[in-house]
């Protein structure tokens, strides 16, 4: 990350709202806009484009294949000589994931901050993308010009450190865009919203708000990151063995909480998961997680220690199959095992469309004898999103001219576009609210502010290979298809015990061998899928999720290294 070369100036006192010209400044939204995730917006004015945000969104279940959902980037592709920066607000998945299909389509810099930027780097390099000194780490109440954009950054406060929202001064007015938010009182960091500054922008005068929407459902406040301490002060003085603890890679703060009760409670603490290594270590880098000096273990020391001594902080609160808890789950991890005096915890929220895959993580953990507790029984996991009255106060202090709500389904702008009308009611010029959807060009101009046109949006499934993109249409892309082909294995399975019930099937399409070939490699996957199941734990024969991905792992190894190809393998598991 290159911090010597931004174009970076302290923002001093507030200009005056640049003066109406001619001209129409144009913003799409590429996602985030009637969906959870993929948040991605484009704004232009003449010839030049900045973008903000690239995020993704996760499959639902019967997106077999998928791993990854990206925005559809024509608009960006169609406009690749005036893109000129990549804005981003935080680190979080669904704003940062898409970085890498992104910045190979324009040549200028990504902005934001220190912890944002170093969860950025990882990507980048798995995608073998280097980004030279593109990469510029900005901070709080710094400006950048990009073109006739000044793009100034305001502390926020959220579920993880470094979150900004942005203030872009345009030729028509002043546009603010939240990011994600909540408005935390007592911050971990001691890092408060700035709310200060958010209302001198209203004084000065705002044309336009992009606020998020995700908890405009919700009554009240949001509880801050500091609610969860006593009932993890409870679980500490209460569980006997060992503490595990499920939440979101990206939960820095709720790792401090922890580390803290583990430092007082004389724990030592395993980081288990990849993902959660990964970003410990960048967040005690920078100094966003503060861990003493002896408390930290390593995974593989953890059976070195008694139950009682160690708290293990954990990815797979969502029960993915290869992550780390649902390992544990069914003793399947080669270093953590539950026993019956040890608890489980999952502090984070279920998304959508997980709740199956998490109920049959709570039964094998269960079945361990190990208590588990939810977010439903002790007060484990508060949400990083403002709820209605964080929402209405935004809308107060920064009473724009034109509001539009972003980051979520349409029942939440919706929602959150009726409860804009009730704040701003009698003001005047009165309140107009967009309701916009992905791909709506937003016009705005000395003559006011439309939905005017529709721009190319959509989703773009993405295979952990990189080559599989596909539309929602067709689960595969063609290009793939021609490439490597898809391998459907289908196999059938006793419910009971979860052994193999006659011989898999395999039904190719695209894969490109000769017909002698193809038999002996077919066969041959045939008994990898035998041995595969038949060395398998009855837990894990029986979980289909943790099955199939593992069918799927082998598979795709046992195809590269007969075929030197790659096709996409679905494994189908049928229950008899």
């Known amino acids: 990350m290159d911090q010597s070369a931004v174009p970076v100036v302290s923002a001093g006192p507030s200009p005056e709202r640049a003066p109406r010209v001619e001209g129409t400044l144009e913003v799409v939204p590429l996602g985030g806009l009637g969906e959870f995730g993929m948040n991605m917006m484009a704004i232009s004015w003449q010839d030049t484009t900045i973008l903000i945000d690239a995020g993704v969104m996760f499959p639902d279940p019967d997106q077999l294949g998928v791993d990854l959902i990206i925005p559809d980037l024509t608009y960006v592709e169609a406009r690749r000589p005036q893109v000129k920066a990549l804005v981003l607000t935080h680190g979080h998945e669904d704003h940062i994931g898409a970085v890498p299909h992104v910045m190979p389509l324009f040549d200028g810099p990504v902005y934001g901050t220190a912890m944002t ?4 780097e990882p990507k980048l390099e798995e995608h073998a993308i280097d980004p030279g000194d593109r990469l510029k780490v900005v901070k709080p ?11 100034e950054f305001i502390r926020v406060t959220h579920s993880m450190p470094d979150c900004v929202a942005l203030a872009i001064t345009t030729p028509v007015g002043l546009v603010v865009h939240t990011g994600d938010f909540k408005i935390d009182q007592t911050p971990i960091d001691g890092e408060h919203f700035d709310l200060h500054r958010f209302a001198e922008l209203g004084r000065r005068g705002v044309l336009a708000l992009f606020a998020d ?18 009932a993890f002060e409870e679980l500490f003085t209460s569980t006997h063995g060992k503490l595990v603890v499920a939440a979101f890679s990206s939960s820095i703060y709720r790792m401090q909480i922890l580390v803290d009760l583990a430092v007082q409670f004389d724990r030592r603490v395993a980081f288990v998961g990849r993902s959660i ?3 410990a270590e960048i967040a005690q880098r920078l100094g966003f997680l503060h861990v003493p000096s002896g408390v930290q273990i390593r995974e593989s020391e953890v059976p070195s220690y008694a139950s009682q001594d160690v708290l ?23 270093f953590v095992r539950l026993g019956p005096d040890d608890t489980v915890v999952f502090s984070a929220r279920a998304i959508p469309g997980n709740e199956k895959a998490i109920a049959r993580t709570m039964s094998h953990v269960a079945r361990r004898g190990a208590d588990v507790v939810t977010d439903t029984i002790k007060h484990v996991h508060v949400s990083g999103h403002g709820s209605v009255e964080e929402l209405k106060l935004v809308l107060s202090l920064v009473r724009p001219r034109y509001f539009i709500p972003i980051h979520g389904e349409y029942r939440h702008l919706s929602e959150h576009a009726r409860a804009a009308q009730r704040v701003m009611s009698g003001l005047e010029p009165k309140l107009q609210v967009l309701l916009a959807e992905d791909g709506d060009t937003l016009q705005f101009d000395a003559q006011g502010a439309r939905i005017a046109d529709k721009a190319p949006a959509g989703r773009v499934l993405i295979d952990v290979t990189r080559i599989g993109e596909v539309g929602d249409e067709v ?10 082909g898809v391998i459907v294995a289908v196999v059938a399975i006793n419910k009971q015990t979860g052994m193999l019930v006659g011989e898999p099937e395999m039904v190719a399409r695209g894969f490109v061998v000769s017909e002698s070939e193809a038999a002996s490699i077919f066969r041959d996957g ?7 199941i038949g060395g398998s734990g009855v837990e894990e024969r029986t979980d289909q999720g943790l099955m199939a991905e593992k069918l799927r792992s082998e598979l795709r190894r046992f195809f590269k290294k007969r075929s030197g190809r790659r096709p996409l393998v679905l494994p189908i598991l049928m229950e008899i």
């Open 117 to 120: 930027l170093a969860l950025v």
């Open 141 to 151: 109440r710094d400006v950048v010009t990009i073109g006739p954009f000044a793009v």
């Open 213 to 230: 929407s995700t908890n405009v459902d919700r009554r009240g406040f949001t509880g801050p990151e500091v609610e969860v301490l006593d």
């Open 277 to 279: 290594v990964k970003n």
């Open 312 to 334: 293990c902080i954990t990815t797979g609160s969502q029960g993915e199959p290869q992550a780390a808890l649902p390992r544990i789950s069914i003793d399947d991890h080669r």
């Open 475 to 484: 689960l595969r892309d063609r290009r793939h298809l021609a490439g490597d």
């Open 526 to 532: 045939a008994a990898v899928v035998a041995e595969c």
